[in-house]
């Protein structure tokens, strides 16, 4: 027996349709779930523009999305802990379990890994979506399911912050203001984090670093960020920085950001992937030079956190569109980028 749901489908660059699919009955270890907020990543959008992200190219419609909260649908067999009904969130990385990453822990660079929403997986924006158990979590009562769509972003944050390795007291620089770039930062004053300083180009992300706890923001169109991050951090230049946007520039900047011998992560991916880095610097500075990918272990620590009322997951959603709309969505996301922080495409009325 299956169900027909309706699913937000990418059918090539600029082409997105809400149409009917069919979702099978879960199998064993499995669960359906039904998404009612399902929020729009910007590799959703890299999707939606370039037909690609990275190595993974659209072959064939593609249903999108990997950030959602819903409900429980259906529970297969041998799945114990849930019931139909039960408010839910979804880690959308689906790693083997096999290999001897998964098997020691590093579940995030499992080579074989099929992630929901990236080709050739397809993803969450469907009203029904088979998913196993295992990559299934319960969502408080406590919290909207909005809410719960943020917390896939909250744990790149988390999974940064702990690959930075940020200490009690460190000045952290983070270049970018996007989802990710204010989940680092609210992920970094969670761990500790003495000055946290925000960089972006656009004034409204600046805003949201602002009001999520950045005790500097620089735009470099008006300031210089390198001697304004050496001024803020006594001449010497931050203990810790993070890239979040992914970018040539901003990559090779980190190295004028970061002080001798600190650390430097990067998260953001950039669409060139040879970047020339002044290696000499790296050794005869001391620097560490380190990256941060997805993320393993993070969504029980995000969802305590989030719970515990730690994290603002809710200032950061700026559009709510409803199902019915998504081609719009995407097209306006797409073309509103700087006042766009995160939208959210909402299956019902969510809570
Ligand atoms: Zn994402
Ligand atoms: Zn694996």
């Known amino acids: 027996m299956s169900r027909t749901v309706e699913a937000v489908v990418l059918y090539e660059p600029g082409k997105v349709a809400v149409e009917a699919r069919r979702c099978d009955e879960p199998g064993p270890g499995e669960v359906v779930i039904a998404p009612s907020v399902v929020g729009i990543c ?45 408010r839910v969130i979804v880690e959308p990385g689906i790693a083997c379990g096999q290999c001897r990453f998964c098997v020691r822990g590093r579940y995030n660079l499992c080579p074989a890994v099929r992630f929901l929403g990236i080709p050739p997986t397809n993803g969450l924006m469907a009203g029904g979506v088979r998913v196993p158990a295992r990559w299934v979590y319960h969502w408080p009562d406590s919290l909207s399911d909005a809410e719960g769509a943020m917390i896939e972003p909250f744990a790149v944050g988390l999974q ?16 970018g203001a ?79 950001l970061v002080r001798r ?50 994290v603002d997951l809710r200032t950061l959603i700026t559009h709510h569109f409803p199902i019915g709309q998504a081609p719009e969505a995407f097209d306006f996301v797409t073309q509103h980028k700087n006042d766009v922080i995160k939208g959210v495409v909402e299956f019902t009325t969510a809570g």
Not at 71 to 81: E, F, H, Y
Not at 160 to 175: H, K, N, W
């Open 178 to 256: 996007g989802p990710i770039g204010l989940m680092i930062l609210q992920a970094a004053r969670i761990r500790g984090a003495g000055q946290i300083i925000s960089i972006d180009l656009a004034q409204k992300p600046l805003e949201m670093a602002r009001r999520l706890g950045a005790s500097a923001v620089i735009n470099p169109r008006e300031t210089d960020p390198i001697s304004a991050v050496r001024e803020l951090t006594g001449g010497d230049g931050a203990d810790v920085v993070i890239e979040a946007v992914g970018a040539t520039p901003t990559i090779k900047q980190t190295l004028e």
């Open 160 to 175: 940064a912050v702990e690959e930075a390795g940020i200490q009690p007291g460190d000045s952290v620089a983070i270049l």
């Open 42 to 86: 910007g590799s959703d959008i890299h999707l939606y523009q370039d037909g690609r992200i990275g190595e993974s190219v659209v072959r064939e419609p593609l249903v999108l999305g990997h950030e959602a909260a819903g409900r429980i649908a259906a529970v297969g067999a041998g799945v114990a802990g849930f019931h139909e009904g039960d």
């Open 261 to 310: 011998g600190g650390t430097i992560t990067l998260v953001g991916i950039a669409s060139e992937s040879a970047i020339p880095l002044n290696t000499t610097k790296i050794v005869r500075t001391g620097l560490q030079l380190r990256s941060s990918f997805r993320y393993a272990h993070q969504h029980p620590v995000a969802i305590f956190l989030a719970t515990a009322g730690r």
